[in-house]
């Protein structure tokens, strides 16, 4: 049953720009903002920087190129650079399925947007905004000081669940027209692994059917571990990290399903760390479940309705758009939601092999008005929850496509701040120059 909550906040005023949410999007746009002038403040609901790639665990980068030259450059290239320098066993000419030691990555997001003049706001959750005449004039935060508001002139959603423009009551589709999406994943990390057999023996991955993981699947002893989905690459010494395992019908926007979900994420990484012991000894059998992560991976919920939606033909074309903010190569990689695999598994459902992946040198751009939300003048979204549809969302959903997005949005929000302009009146030609100055790759 609804109730009326009434009481007096105190009203920050400081702020120019404003970023909801400090994982890789909300760090390019916070940095990109602050270095083109605007007073800056990204507001985090966790304790780090980085989202996916530091406190959620992901142990490697997807690809940086387009297989001739990286083409997520940029702030993206700037954190992927001086992270391969930080890891002394990682070739320096590495560009695609890099690992990623997360310690190492949270610093250099601090000392990033530090360094560019960002103020973050730790442990500090958005709970509210003040929306009219499609203007958000400020949000409310929830942290240790209680509830206060923050205006400013432009603010940019790097939520992962466009939870702003949700708040503001604007338009979003949510996963397949019956609202499934994909599975997600509590990705985990094993020490005092024996790198030697890890380097010999056999590939865990779920494309190689002879790999140990699906003697785990087969052994009734760890019925958590369901499928041979086991990305994993070797972050540090003796250390393996492990985007592993599927947890189903878990919503993003269900706070009691995804809490749910993290208990239900570590036993499964106990039992898949069991079971590699059982079934690979050689490589694990000393080995320690040191970590899990402290986020979940969510791969999918809130797509906003923009001003322009990416479609799955545009993919197909390689289409180039004359507002371009960056391009995008990564194949699109959907994880099966429930129904979706029970049909795969009768042979009904062939998702996975449906979508041809890109040629050396091919790319498609990302126009800026996927970045747009309908009805709102100062506000852009970046990450993955830009205006797309469905099987594009599980192209551009991934951390080199997110920091490329959120240095546009960073950019513009800046601009527009700068000039008294709200987001779509911006000179896209400027815009564009800018992004090209301060190393995007465009088209």
Same mark, same amino acid.
């Given at each position: 049953?609804?109730?009326?909550?009434?009481r007096?906040?105190?009203?920050?005023?400081?702020?120019d720009?404003i970023i909801?949410?400090?994982?890789?999007?909300?760090?390019?746009?916070?940095?990109?903002?602050?270095?083109?002038g605007?007073?800056?403040?990204?507001?985090?609901?966790?304790s780090?920087?980085?989202?996916?790639?530091?406190?959620?665990?992901?142990?490697?980068?997807?690809p940086?190129?387009?297989?001739?030259?990286?083409?997520?450059?940029?702030?993206?290239q700037?954190?992927?650079e001086?992270?391969?320098?930080?890891?002394?066993?990682?070739?320096?000419t590495?560009?695609?399925?890099?690992?990623?030691d997360?310690?190492?990555?949270?610093?250099?997001?601090?000392?990033?947007?530090?360094?560019?003049?960002?103020?973050?706001?730790?442990?500090?959750?958005?709970?509210?905004?003040?929306?009219?005449?499609?203007?958000?004039?400020?949000v409310?935060?929830?942290?240790?000081a209680?509830?206060?508001?923050?205006?400013?002139?432009?603010?940019?959603?790097?939520?992962?669940d466009?939870d702003?423009?949700?708040?503001?009551?604007?338009?979003?589709?949510?996963?397949?027209?019956?609202?499934?999406?994909?599975?997600?994943?509590?990705c985990?990390q094993?020490?005092?692994?024996?790198?030697y057999?890890?380097?010999?023996g056999?590939?865990?991955?779920?494309?190689f059917?002879?790999?140990?993981?699906?003697?785990?699947?087969?052994?009734?002893?760890?019925?958590?571990?369901?499928?041979?989905h086991?990305?994993?690459?070797?972050?540090?010494?003796?250390?393996v990290?492990f985007?592993?395992?599927h947890?189903?019908?878990?919503h993003?926007?269900?706070?009691?399903?995804?809490?749910?979900?993290?208990?239900?994420?570590?036993?499964?990484?106990?039992?898949f760390?069991? =079971?590699?012991?059982?079934?690979?000894?050689? *490589?694990?059998a #000393?080995?320690?479940?040191?970590? %899990?992560? &402290?986020?979940?991976?969510?791969?999918?919920?809130?797509?906003?309705?923009?001003?322009?939606?990416?479609?799955?033909?545009?993919?197909?074309?390689?289409?180039?758009?004359?507002?371009?903010?960056?391009r995008?190569?990564?194949?699109?990689?959907?994880?099966l939601?429930?129904?979706?695999?029970?049909?795969?598994?009768?042979?009904?459902?062939?998702?996975?092999?449906?979508?041809?992946?890109?040629?050396?040198?091919?790319s498609?751009?990302i126009?800026?008005?996927?970045?747009?939300?309908?009805?709102?003048?100062n506000?852009?979204?970046?990450?993955?929850?830009?205006?797309?549809?469905?099987?594009?969302?599980?192209?551009?959903?991934?951390?080199?496509?997110?920091?490329?997005? =959120?240095?546009?949005?960073?950019?513009a929000? *800046?601009?527009? #701040?700068n000039?008294?302009?709200? %987001?779509? &009146?911006?000179?896209?030609?400027?815009?564009?120059a800018?992004?090209?100055?301060?190393?995007?790759?465009?088209?």
């Amino acid at each position: 049953m609804p109730i009326t909550f009434t009481r007096s906040i105190n009203l920050n005023s400081d702020y120019d720009v404003i970023i909801a949410g400090g994982g890789p999007a909300g760090c390019a746009a916070a940095t990109a903002s602050a270095r083109a002038g605007a007073k800056t403040l990204i507001i985090e609901t966790a304790s780090a920087l980085g989202g996916m790639g530091t406190i959620g665990l992901i142990p490697a980068w997807c690809p940086f190129s387009d297989g001739e030259k990286i083409i997520y450059s940029g702030i993206a290239q700037e954190i992927f650079e001086s992270l391969k320098s930080h890891m002394p066993h990682i070739s320096q000419t590495e560009t695609d399925w890099v690992p990623i030691d997360p310690e190492a990555l949270k610093r250099l997001y601090d000392d990033l947007v530090e360094s560019a003049g960002v103020d973050v706001l730790f442990n500090t959750f958005v709970c509210g905004v003040e929306f009219s005449d499609e203007v958000l004039h400020n949000v409310v935060v929830s942290n240790k000081a209680g509830l206060s508001a923050y205006e400013a002139k432009i603010f940019v959603d790097c939520t992962g669940d466009a939870d702003i423009a949700a708040l503001c009551g604007l338009g979003f589709r949510y996963g397949t027209t019956s609202g499934d999406v994909q599975p997600i994943t509590h990705c985990f990390q094993l020490t005092n692994v024996d790198e030697y057999a890890y380097h010999s023996g056999p590939e865990l991955h779920s494309s190689f059917r002879d790999c140990p993981v699906y003697d785990i699947v087969r052994s009734e002893k760890y019925p958590l571990v369901t499928d041979g989905h086991s990305c994993n690459s070797l972050i540090g010494p003796r250390t393996v990290g492990f985007n592993a395992g599927h947890l189903w019908d878990v919503h993003a926007n269900d706070q009691l399903g995804v809490s749910k979900a993290l208990i239900q994420g570590r036993r499964l990484a106990h039992q898949f760390h069991q =079971g590699l012991k059982e079934f690979y000894p050689k *490589a694990y059998a #000393a080995s320690f479940l040191s970590a %899990t992560a &402290s986020v979940m991976g969510i791969r999918e919920s809130r797509r906003i309705i923009g001003e322009y939606e990416l479609t799955l033909e545009d993919y197909i074309t390689r289409r180039s758009f004359s507002d371009g903010i960056g391009r995008n190569c990564y194949f699109i990689d959907i994880h099966l939601a429930a129904n979706e695999r029970e049909k795969s598994n009768k042979g009904q459902f062939d998702i996975e092999h449906r979508y041809e992946s890109y040629g050396p040198g091919e790319s498609h751009g990302i126009p800026f008005r996927c970045l747009l939300p309908q009805k709102a003048k100062n506000l852009l979204v970046a990450g993955r929850t830009i205006s797309c549809d469905r099987p594009v969302q599980a192209s551009i959903r991934v951390m080199p496509v997110c920091l490329v997005t =959120g240095q546009a949005a960073g950019t513009a929000a *800046a601009m527009a #701040a700068n000039n008294g302009q709200d %987001t779509k &009146s911006l000179d896209i030609t400027k815009l564009r120059a800018k992004l090209s100055k301060d190393g995007a790759y465009l088209l």
